[in-house]
């Protein structure tokens, strides 16, 4: 019943921006949870921000905090993932993931378990 995809990732350097779009298409109410996780080659996916849709209660994880914004565009069924000041370090897949939940559930720790709609990624890559 739910589709999400992403879009807006490519390559740059280091220092430069990309922003990220992840529009959700079918029945979607607000009482909903949307994260952003990124994962690179060899390594377990990473939790970088989510967002609750009814109230727009945000969160940005210590490791790109500053760098990173989250918002949204209701109207459109919109999530982005503004990416400024990117390190090569941030090199990787970005997912988009969605799941029905309560803002206190949302609030909770940001794993990747806790979603069950998933976009197919879009791919990210830095160079130094």
């Known amino acids: 019943q739910v589709q999400l995809v992403e879009s807006g990732g490519g390559s740059v350097q280091a220092g430069g921006s990309l922003r990220l779009s992840c529009v959700t298409s079918g029945r979607a109410g607000y009482d909903r949870c949307v994260g952003w996780f990124r994962q690179a080659p060899g390594k377990e996916r990473e939790g970088v921000a989510r967002i609750y849709i009814q109230f727009g209660f945000r969160y940005v994880a210590d490791s790109v905090k500053g760098r990173f914004t989250i918002s949204q565009d209701n109207a459109k069924n919109t999530v982005f993932l503004q990416m400024d000041g990117l390190k090569p370090d941030d090199t990787g897949m970005y997912y988009c993931?969605?799941?029905?939940?309560?803002?206190?559930?949302?609030?909770?720790?940001?794993?990747?378990?806790?979603?069950?709609?998933w976009g197919q990624g879009t791919q990210v890559t830095v160079s130094s």
């Open positions: 993931a969605s799941v029905i939940t309560s803002a206190a559930r949302c609030s909770g720790a940001l794993t990747s378990t806790a979603y069950n709609y």
